[in-house]
């Protein structure tokens, strides 16, 4: 072999012989709160929503990370810019600071919500005037379906629904309007038994929220974002995933 073939073969070896250069994975970075059973940075996968936002956007080739920040301090970063944006927010169908900010995704997830309560405080919802003179806790960065409500005030000084649940168990407020499956949640999990024995709720959902990702609209590559979630959730949907994620969730009581 001459010299000028032996350069050739060892030339082609070594490219052979270096590692694989894989192409960069597109990321984007969404911030939220602890919100189980729903969203948890101690759950499996983050939990089932963040379960099911990994999978949609990995069907489009986009890896999410996630950080988890005080809902306030989630939100604000989604608002400027530090991240892309942020889960998982409901909508009310009216304009809002939310609706005025984001992009929102299409609907993750729907989600009953109702008014947690004393069980020595007796309470039935029967529409909007059934709050009047009632004292109601709210969380900090949280929209509620009564903002905008002159019949009452809602204290919004707790940063976590489990604190509103410690406030309510003092008698700081009347009812707390939440989730259903995540009051159920901190009942297991923030209370002991004794506690939670002494709560109720009414089983009168006062809304069904619909829940979404919310993309800031100052990022241009927002909208292409928003598309890619959006044809990825219908794809695990139709694949059948998307209901064995929720399902095993609901049937697991997490």
């Known amino acids: 072999m001459n010299d000028q073939r032996f350069a050739c073969l060892l030339s082609l070896l070594s490219v052979l012989s270096a590692p694989f250069a894989a192409e960069p994975e597109e990321s984007v970075t969404l911030s939220g709160g602890e919100w189980p059973p729903f969203i948890s940075e101690g759950l499996?996968?983050?939990?089932?929503?963040?379960?099911?936002?990994?999978?949609?956007?990995?069907?489009?080739?986009?890896?999410?990370?996630?950080?988890?920040?005080?809902?306030?301090?989630?939100?604000?970063?989604?608002?400027?810019?530090?991240?892309?944006?942020?889960?998982?927010?409901?909508?009310?169908?009216?304009?809002?600071?939310?609706?005025?900010?984001?992009?929102?995704?299409?609907?993750?997830?729907?989600?009953?919500?109702?008014?947690?309560?004393?069980?020595n405080f007796p309470f039935t919802w029967r529409g909007e005037r059934t709050l009047a003179g009632l004292r109601m806790g709210g969380t900090a960065g949280y929209e509620y379906f009564f903002d905008r409500s002159a019949l009452l005030n809602i204290d919004k000084s707790a940063s976590s629904d489990a604190q509103n649940f410690h406030k309510l168990l003092g008698g700081r407020f009347d009812v707390f309007p939440l989730n259903l499956d995540v009051g159920l949640s901190l009942m297991r999990t923030e209370l002991s038994p004794e506690q939670a024995s002494t709560l109720t709720w009414d089983p009168r959902p006062y809304n069904i929220a619909h829940y979404h990702i919310l993309f800031n609209r100052k990022n241009p590559a927002n909208q292409r974002y928003v598309a890619l979630f959006d044809r990825g959730l219908k794809k695990l949907r139709d694949s059948g995933k998307y209901g064995q994620i929720m399902q095993g969730f609901k049937q697991d009581g997490k």
């Open 44 to 119: 499996p996968g983050n939990g089932p929503v963040a379960r099911v936002v990994t999978e949609a956007f990995a069907l489009e080739g986009v890896k999410v990370n996630y950080l988890f920040r005080p809902w306030n301090r989630a939100y604000a970063e989604a608002v400027n810019g530090v991240t892309h944006g942020t889960l998982v927010w409901s909508l009310s169908g009216k304009e809002t600071d939310r609706t005025r900010r984001f992009h929102a995704s299409a609907v993750l997830f729907y989600g009953q919500s109702v008014f947690f309560h004393r069980k």
